[in-house]
């Protein structure tokens, strides 16, 4: 079977900060003019896994980044700055933004491949190779006959796709359950390499794991690797090496005529999986191993050295595993100039990862880190708070051995001094992340007065933005301290009051602020043990708060969290909403079965009324993998009520298949021309004392976007354009204080603002 070439797509222009959209169709009878926007990223820096840096061999400052979910990205030379390549990623296409592997064609540092795929889940898209000849700033694009699981286990192993050295029209692609495939067109099309061996193959998709990930090691081939030497240019190099994700078996393969038949070098080692190689230019090949592909837990592994030349195989472990003190190894790396300085990352290290490092070829360690390694954390102070872990990519620069890269779980680390370390002296170790944005957003709140934003994020808590250009000095908002936080919101009158409920990694798991966000404080009590994420609400005037924490019913507190009572009416897991205006009228609603709820007594108890949604069909919520239902993301903004700030029980129904408003407890009407809804929000009325500014993320009319409305409905513009979908969208909210702005919560590119460009 061989893939096909499908369309051509366009990407946004390196080194632009900002961009001015205006549609190229014109806008529908009855539609506003489309307002030119400049797109932002709000300054997290980071906030997800770097899962791989690609150095161009020979083109100084050539270098790009891969995702697990957020796209990739390329250096700005002249800023150090990343610039996104995948911003032009739809909604349908989602899949495409988490990057399996990315290569670089060694002599042209203008082509670009990447591999993109999230999942291997049945019923996820096959995925794609998407191929540049401009540096990323146009794609064309190539369906795959598999799937990529850039978001699965052993994402951080690499790299899967390889160009050939002596001619770029070869590339190699390895893949998780397909086996093999290979290029001879410079990826217009792949065939499957039938003759390598079908220990590659797993004949389906991996079952799922933790956290959604590929659990049972069916990994595939983790990496390819080319000799150059074994070519000359516009010859095709010979040898090709191929790494699997094996144990107990060969994990290693080579082939010396091109990729036509392959065998397992004898010899090497069988207890643990490889997970990178590295071949030196005197023909050593380096790999590290470890018990799990990664990032799960691994509980051994080692590093060894293969002389290619005499087929020798040799361990050189620098901190050899214990049964009382267990980790593995995640990556090694060489450097271009000098083939005996290596260095080598630990995974799962007791007390702390560690990189080490050798200038004889592996035969001695030094430790790196604890050699008084200074790291600078000031481009994103929320990373003082987690340890360095997800050394799953290092790189020594080809065009500066002094200049050293890892990845971590929420970005990376450069160093300039490696050399440092050969002499005992610490190393300094800066933030490389800035431009890359790859957070989820759970939540937005900006409130009616004080800071612009403040924001609920998976995995690294959220923060509290005064300044939307610069990362948070202060870090992720404490106490409590939050691993997910799941929802964020705030006292329409008295905006000083700020509620965030989430996963506590300290604390309980409600936080709350009386002086808008600059401090923080923990409530005396929870209304159960274990109590945590879920849904708040905020009475308008600040003294009613109602928690519905995961798996529980609805709580309401009136004296901070004092003391907790159950509402009444209500199941466990319904999201509450607080009235805009009237402090004791809250609303609820039980979508699938068709029930309305009305507290006008300040959430002590509910009472429930028949709701009906003109031109709906029943609502059946069917779970699949990663989040996903057949009605969107169940962490997005989709299926939700929501109360009109200003209008007292004034309500919206954002349905995933529909619009809908009208008074608390009458009949909801449906609004004209919205198909579909992933997320909705109020802004600041475009005039004082007018109705709010209402955004969505959705489809009006067949077209897909960010929308906005200033008559309430009755016509919508796009305010973002093709270049600027950024795959998933969860969130967004208007700024009540600017009327215009608003915030996009992406699914793994951050949050964006966006400005009407002023005009000139």
């Keep these: 079977?061989?893939?096909?070439?499908?369309?051509?797509?366009?990407?946004?222009?390196?080194?632009?900060?900002?961009?001015?959209?205006?549609?190229?169709?014109?806008?529908?009878?009855?539609?506003?003019?489309?307002?030119?926007?400049?797109?932002?990223?709000?300054?997290?820096?980071?906030?997800?896994?770097?899962?791989?840096?690609?150095?161009?061999?020979?083109?100084?400052?050539?270098?790009?980044?891969?995702?697990?979910?957020?796209?990739?990205?390329?250096?700005?030379?002249?800023?150090?700055?990343?610039?996104?390549?995948?911003?032009?990623?739809?909604?349908?296409?989602?899949?495409?933004?988490?990057?399996?592997?990315?290569?670089?064609?060694?002599?042209?540092?203008?082509?670009?491949?990447?591999?993109?795929?999230?999942?291997?889940?049945?019923?996820?898209?096959?995925g794609a190779l998407l191929r540049s000849s401009d540096g990323g700033r146009s794609f064309e694009r190539t369906a795959l006959p598999f799937k990529l699981g850039g978001n699965e286990n052993g994402r951080g192993n690499g790299e899967r796709l390889g160009v050939d050295p002596n001619d770029g029209r070869i590339l190699f692609l390895g893949t998780r359950n397909d086996g093999l495939w290979v290029s001879r067109d410079r990826g217009a099309s792949f065939s499957r390499v039938a003759s390598f061996p079908a220990v590659a193959r797993s004949g389906g998709p991996a079952a799922a794991g933790p956290g959604g990930w590929s659990g049972d090691g069916r990994d595939g081939i983790v990496f390819v690797l080319f000799d150059p030497a074994s070519g000359t240019a516009g010859q095709p190099s010979r040898t090709v090496y191929a790494g699997v994700s094996v144990q107990g078996q060969p994990g290693l393969y080579r082939s010396d005529d091109g990729g036509r038949t392959w065998r397992a070098p004898p010899g090497q080692p069988t207890a643990?999986?490889?997970?990178?190689?590295?071949?030196?230019?005197?023909?050593?090949?380096?790999?590290?191993?470890?018990?799990?592909?990664?990032?799960?837990?691994?509980?051994?592994?080692?590093?060894?050295?293969?002389?290619?030349?005499?087929?020798?195989?040799?361990?050189?472990?620098?901190?050899?595993?214990?049964?009382?003190?267990?980790?593995?190894?995640?990556?090694?790396?060489?450097?271009?100039?000098?083939?005996?300085?290596?260095?080598?990352?630990?995974?799962?290290?007791?007390?702390?990862?560690?990189?080490?490092?050798?200038?004889?070829?592996?035969?001695?360690?030094?430790?790196?880190?604890?050699?008084?390694?200074?790291?600078?954390?000031?481009?994103?102070?929320?990373?003082?708070?987690?340890?360095?872990?997800?050394?799953?990519?290092?790189?020594?620069?080809?065009?500066?051995?002094?200049?050293?890269?890892?990845?971590?779980?929420?970005?990376?680390?450069?160093?300039?001094?490696?050399?440092?370390?050969?002499?005992?002296?610490?190393?300094?170790?800066?933030?490389?992340?800035?431009?890359?944005?790859?957070?989820?957003?759970?939540?937005?709140?900006?409130?009616?007065?004080?800071?612009?934003?403040?924001?609920?994020?998976?995995?690294?808590?959220?923060?509290?933005?005064?300044?939307?250009?610069?990362a948070p000095p202060a870090g992720n908002p404490k106490p409590p301290f939050f691993g997910n936080t799941h929802d964020v919101t705030g006292a329409e009158l008295r905006p000083e009051i700020i509620v965030r409920v989430g996963k506590p990694r300290e604390g309980t798991g409600l936080g709350f602020s009386l002086d808008g966000g600059s401090t923080w404080r923990q409530p005396a009590s929870v209304p159960v043990a274990g109590a945590a994420a879920g849904h708040v609400a905020v009475s308008a005037d600040g003294a009613t708060w109602v928690w519905t924490p995961q798996g529980q019913p609805p709580y309401v507190t009136r004296d901070q969290g004092a003391s907790w009572q159950a509402c009444r009416g209500l199941a466990q897991d319904v999201r509450v909403v607080a009235d805009r205006v009237n402090p004791r009228r809250f609303y609820a609603i039980d979508l699938s079965g068709g029930r309305f709820f009305e507290s006008t007594d300040g959430a002590v108890g509910f009472q429930a009324s028949e709701l009906v949604l003109p031109g709906a069909g029943p609502v059946r919520r069917q779970t699949g993998a990663h989040n996903a239902t057949d009605r969107g993301d169940d962490r997005g903004g989709q299926d939700r009520l929501y109360a009109t700030p200003g209008a007292e029980g004034d309500l919206w129904l954002a349905a995933h298949d529909g619009l809908y408003r009208g008074p608390a407890g009458r009949r909801l009407q449906r609004m004209p021309s919205v198909e579909r809804l992933l997320a909705f929000g109020f802004g600041r009325a475009q005039h004082d004392g007018g109705y709010p500014t209402l955004y969505i993320a959705g489809t009006v009319n067949g077209q897909p976007g960010?929308?906005?409305?200033?008559?309430?409905?009755?016509?919508?513009?796009?305010?973002?354009?093709?270049?600027?979908?950024?795959g998933l969208v969860l969130q967004v909210a208007g700024d009540p204080k600017t009327f215009g702005r608003v915030y996009v919560g992406t699914h793994g590119r951050g949050i964006l603002y966006g400005d009407p460009v002023p005009p000139r």
């Design 1 to 126: 079977m061989r893939s096909m070439l499908s369309r051509i797509v366009v990407a946004p222009v390196l080194g632009s900060a900002l961009l001015a959209t205006t549609l190229g169709t014109p806008p529908a009878f009855g539609a506003q003019a489309s307002p030119p926007y400049a797109w932002k990223n709000v300054q997290i820096v980071g906030g997800g896994f770097i899962s791989g840096f690609i150095l161009h061999p020979s083109k100084a400052g050539v270098a790009y980044a891969r995702t697990d979910m957020g796209g990739a990205y390329r250096r700005d030379t002249a800023s150090g700055t990343w610039q996104p390549l995948l911003d032009w990623v739809s909604h349908d296409d989602v899949n495409l933004m988490g990057v399996e592997s990315l290569a670089l064609d060694p002599s042209d540092p203008e082509r670009v491949y990447i591999a993109a795929g999230t999942y291997t889940a049945a019923g996820v898209p096959d």
């Design 272 to 470: 643990y999986r490889p997970n990178h190689g590295v071949l030196a230019a005197d023909g050593v090949l380096y790999v590290s191993y470890g018990s799990d592909p990664g990032p799960s837990k691994t509980t051994g592994g080692t590093v060894w050295r293969h002389d290619t030349r005499n087929g020798a195989w040799r361990e050189i472990t620098p901190e050899p595993p214990t049964a009382t003190r267990r980790f593995g190894y995640a990556a090694v790396a060489v450097d271009a100039r000098d083939p005996r300085r290596i260095i080598a990352s630990s995974f799962g290290r007791p007390g702390g990862e560690e990189l080490f490092r050798s200038t004889d070829g592996g035969a001695s360690w030094r430790p790196v880190f604890s050699a008084g390694a200074v790291f600078d954390h000031r481009r994103a102070p929320y990373v003082r708070d987690t340890g360095l872990h997800w050394l799953f990519d290092i790189e020594i620069d080809p065009a500066d051995p002094d200049h050293a890269m890892f990845t971590t779980g929420y970005g990376g680390w450069e160093t300039h001094d490696l050399s440092n370390a050969d002499a005992g002296r610490p190393t300094h170790w800066t933030l490389l992340g800035t431009g890359i944005e790859e957070t989820v957003a759970l939540a937005l709140h900006s409130p009616t007065r004080g800071v612009p934003l403040v924001s609920a994020i998976g995995d690294y808590s959220g923060f509290v933005h005064h300044d939307l250009d610069v």
């Design 706 to 726: 960010i929308h906005r409305s200033t008559d309430s409905a009755a016509s919508w513009v796009r305010i973002n354009d093709d270049g600027h979908q950024w």
